[in-house]
């Protein structure tokens, strides 16, 4: 009976999983179409809801086992590219909106098929509600960074092809790089604010770094954190244009990166223990 449960509930996750990841493939490809004229449509909204909300039922009930919360490095991934996906399909809902889907979804739906199917061998048995938030600040201020990441990239092909008179499909629909460029610095305010407030509530919790194997993750957290901070310093004191910032900004959600996903992988994947 117990295992006819497990693989009922395997069924399930694979079900739910699949067509999450086929719907968030297909919203991408509907805005790729040059058809679709980059315009959010209430196909590809009603597509992207859809893939949210299975694959919101699928993360649920892939985290949270019998033996305890797994939230291990691809479940995080999952869940960054749940809360992406999320973003966007608030995005769709703008009348007027820079779409970033075509390059997004897809992400969504490699992660939503990752965190699936891989499980993480070290479940968390107890945690506090700073834990929680903690966990949660982590998870949106990457989502958050993600985004921007995207729009800072995009931006830098709208500035090139109007360096170059080189216009598409694409940059006919993009708005003034004025208008980017702040829309940019305030989706990476949003996210340096989530980081930090992460970074507090960690310091707080922490009682030995060494011990607790945190002491790379945190040294790499940190160091992104004073490359974001050297990048708001240098646009508002120095006046640095977003197209200038974009290594500033590679830089620092690299490191991001690094710190949260490279220091998991390591320690559970390679190392097999838990952070």
Excluded at 116 to 125: D, G, K, L, V
Excluded at 213 to 232: C, M, Q, Y
Aim: with cysteine; hydrophobic share 55%.
């Amino acid at each position: 009976m117990i295992r006819r449960c497990i693989d009922d509930r395997t069924q399930r996750l694979f079900v739910f999983a699949l067509s999450a990841a086929l719907l968030y493939s297909l919203a991408a490809w509907m805005q790729w179409r040059p058809q679709q004229n980059m315009d959010p449509t209430w196909r590809v909204r009603g597509l992207i809801l859809l893939a949210v909300v299975f694959h919101t039922w699928g993360l649920k009930q892939s985290m949270w086992l019998d033996s305890g919360l797994d939230l291990g490095v691809f479940k995080a991934l999952s869940t960054v590219g749940l809360v992406v996906a999320i973003m966007l399909l608030l995005a769709q809902l703008k009348s007027y909106s820079v779409q970033l889907g075509q390059w997004l979804l897809p992400f969504a739906a490699i992660s939503v098929l990752a965190g699936a199917f891989i499980a993480s061998p070290y479940p968390i048995r107890d945690f506090s509600f700073g834990i929680t938030l903690h966990i949660l600040f982590s998870l949106l201020a990457l989502a958050m960074f993600t985004l921007t990441m995207a729009y800072t990239l995009l931006l830098r092909a709208h500035e090139r092809a109007l360096k170059h008179h080189h216009f598409s499909a694409l940059t006919k629909r993009l708005p003034p790089l004025d208008t980017m460029e702040r829309t940019q610095f305030k989706l990476a305010w949003v996210g340096f604010i989530l980081l930090t407030l992460a970074m507090v509530i960690g310091f707080l919790l922490v009682e030995n770094y060494f011990a607790q194997h945190l002491i790379h993750k945190t040294s790499l957290t940190i160091l992104a954190w004073a490359f974001f901070a050297v990048l708001f310093v240098g646009h508002y004191r120095a006046g640095w244009r977003a197209v200038m910032t974009l290594r500033w900004y590679m830089a620092a959600y690299g490191l991001l990166l690094v710190a949260f996903f490279g220091s998991k992988f390591v320690l559970e994947v390679l190392l097999q223990r838990t952070s």
